[in-house]
């Protein structure tokens, strides 16, 4: 059973910086890791949960347009460990940041939309909050 362990959450000021990571563990393999679809999902109180920003086995990424050129997404295979650094942040980025990975490569057309219904992996999440 793969699970998925966030850390590096925590209270920031608006216009400052964090890097979330995401450790896995219970892939049967590390090949299995490297060709995994991964993710990251955020959920405010009130809200919808929102995809965020995802990364295909080949590197390859797609990031939401609320966070495009802020936010980055990267994996260590050998690590097994995905990230998120996240710059310039703001109010609007206070979240419940959650990792979620798959055994497979990514869908079709998760360029246009990171879809929390692909996932069966899912980390229990890490609290960002943005002060102004």
């Known amino acids: 059973q793969v699970q998925l362990v966030e850390s590096g959450g925590g209270s920031v000021q608006a216009g400052g910086s964090l890097r979330l990571s995401c450790a896995a563990s219970?892939?049967?393999?590390?090949?299995?890791?490297?060709?995994?679809?991964l993710a990251w999902f955020r959920q405010a109180p009130g809200k919808e949960r929102e995809g965020v920003a995802l990364?295909?086995?080949?590197?390859?990424?797609s990031i939401a347009d609320s966070v495009k050129g802020r936010f980055t997404i990267s994996k260590d295979n050998a690590k097994k460990t995905l990230f998120l650094q996240m710059n310039s942040l703001n109010a609007e980025d206070t979240a419940m940041y959650y990792c979620?990975?798959?055994?497979?490569?990514?869908?079709?057309?998760?360029?246009?939309?990171?879809?929390?219904?692909?996932?069966?992996?899912w980390g229990r999440g890490t609290q960002v909050t943005v002060s102004t």
């Open positions: 979620a990975a798959h055994y497979l490569r990514c869908y079709s057309g998760y360029e246009k939309r990171i879809d929390s219904q692909y996932f069966p992996y």
């Open positions: 219970g892939y049967t393999s590390g090949s299995i890791y490297v060709s995994a679809c």
């Open positions: 990364i295909e086995s080949d590197g390859r990424t």
